[in-house]
């Protein structure tokens, strides 16, 4: 990390930044999943089908209607089967019998796609960029990771994390407590096990009925319903609770390790060397290792 362009190669550093975009991305697609059930697109519907079929379930997300040609070549066969007297299906030429053929075999292999279509799982949707950067601005304030910070706004940062981190905790053991002194119910609604609970000095509650995650909610537009009547809804309000608070968690857990080790870091190199390093900062982007640009450089020069 002392040599210029190298400070992007720290493992450690690196495999930090993606877990952390990878728990963004987590809670990105829990925010979606939400959004689903707000606009509907989450239930499944009943749907009567034909005599044949009986009960089709399907989604309203799904486009399950088949090309026109084939519709209309199905309904000509089924025109031709119903509405025709005996004299005249007696009468009918091989080829329209072929045709015939031909279309009630395309009519059963379109119900069939159908049902395949109906019983597929979905396929988990793409978390955007944009979703995660929204993510990671309600979370933290800042609408990138802290790796793209420099040394100065990244110390305020983590301690402005480690502060916050400490106020959502005081928030949990203050629900947790509210709730004992009611006998584990209160006001508060029933709590839905949560994944991973394995800090019993938080209680039995739910993590996003704490005011500072109630606040990222907002900021990620997630209403919450006093009543909660949608169980499936509820769930994911108490895994996205939990997501937020394991990343502020975490983050905090990091920024106080990462400052301890500056702060021993004076017991091995002198000023000079970490003037040295402050200099590599500014001459090469510590996230990428490419050389900055000779109006940046100009602009450093001018800042000193």
Not at 123 to 136: H, M, T, W, Y
Not at 152 to 164: G, N
Not at 171 to 200: I, L, V, Y
Not at 235 to 253: C, H, P, R, W
Request: overall charge positive; glycine content about 6%; proline content about 3%.
């Amino acid at each position: 990390m002392f040599c210029i362009g190298n400070s992007h190669k720290c493992d450690p550093c690196r495999k930090s930044n993606e877990l952390h975009e990878k728990r963004h991305k987590d809670i990105a697609a829990l925010v979606d999943k939400i959004y689903e059930f707000d606009r509907g697109e989450g239930n499944l519907t009943l749907k009567f089908g034909d005599g044949t079929n009986g009960l089709v379930l399907y989604d309203r997300t799904t486009n399950l209607t088949p090309a026109m040609g084939v519709m209309k070549l199905a309904k000509a066969a089924v025109i031709r089967s119903l509405g025709q007297p005996e004299s005249l299906k007696r009468t009918m030429s091989a080829r329209d019998r072929r045709a015939e053929k031909r279309a009630k075999k395309l009519e059963k292999s379109v119900a069939k796609t159908i049902r395949r279509q109906v019983c597929r799982p979905k396929i988990p949707g793409v978390v955007l960029a944009s979703s995660v950067e929204q993510v990671n601005k309600a979370i933290h304030g800042i609408s990138k990771l802290e790796c793209a910070l420099s040394p100065e706004d990244a110390d305020t940062f983590f301690v402005a994390s480690i502060l916050r981190f400490q106020e959502v905790e005081e928030q949990a053991r203050e629900f947790a407590m509210k709730q004992d002194a009611h006998g584990g119910h209160g006001h508060h609604e029933s709590k839905t096990p949560s994944p991973g609970k394995d800090r019993a000095e938080y209680g039995n509650i739910n993590k996003y009925e704490l005011p500072i995650i109630r606040e990222i909610l907002a900021g990620l537009n997630i209403r919450i319903d006093k009543d909660n009547a949608d169980k499936d809804r509820k769930q994911l309000l108490v895994k996205l609770g939990e997501a937020i608070f394991t990343d502020l968690e975490l983050l905090s857990n990091e920024a106080r390790e990462i400052m301890k080790r500056s702060a021993g870091y004076w017991r091995f190199a002198s000023r000079r060397t970490y003037n040295a390093m402050v200099r590599n900062s500014k001459i090469v982007n510590w996230e990428t290792g490419e050389k900055l640009t000779e109006e940046t450089l100009a602009a450093h020069e001018l800042e000193e």
